[in-house]
């Protein structure tokens, strides 16, 4: 199974956000650190915000931060808000698919592989918190 680059940056803003401890962050510095677009990581942010992931913060001393602690954000939410969808095959128009027995399964592996995601959060990505904020200051 193979993630799209958005859940990629997602995740990854998700990490630099909850490092922070609340502290704001600008989507330059997100984007500087990892080394991604902006214009893609803020499209991102927009929809991470609008769906209540992270908290957008105006003004001159404004930025973004996570909308609620770590330990409360599922990555297995997290995933399929991002992701959208999971079909790993479109059978509609295969000739075999009513006698196929790979839908099945696929949805079956598929199911196993977000059951493991749902069991962890944002703040199990965080178990070096110290580590990560060196790593992100030496980014910067």
């Known amino acids: 199974m193979k993630l799209t680059r958005y859940t990629d940056y997602a995740v990854r803003v998700m990490i630099h956000l909850g490092s922070r401890d609340g502290g704001l962050s600008s989507i330059a510095e997100i984007a500087r ?41 599922s990555l297995g939410k997290l995933v399929r808000h991002t992701e959208g969808g999971f079909n790993l095959v479109d059978c509609s128009s295969c000739m075999i698919a009513p006698a196929c027995g790979l839908p099945g399964i696929l949805s079956e592996a598929t199911a196993a592989f977000i059951n493991v ?15 990560l904020r060196q790593l992100f200051s030496l980014a910067s």
């Open 117 to 131: 995601l749902d069991k962890y959060t944002v703040e199990d990505l965080l178990g070096r918190r110290n580590d």
């Open 33 to 73: 650190v990892y080394g991604i677009s902006q214009n893609h990581l803020m499209k991102v942010v927009q929809n991470l915000v609008r769906d209540g992931y992270v908290e957008s913060v105006r003004g001159r001393n404004g930025g973004i931060r996570l909308s609620r602690p770590a330990r409360e954000i």
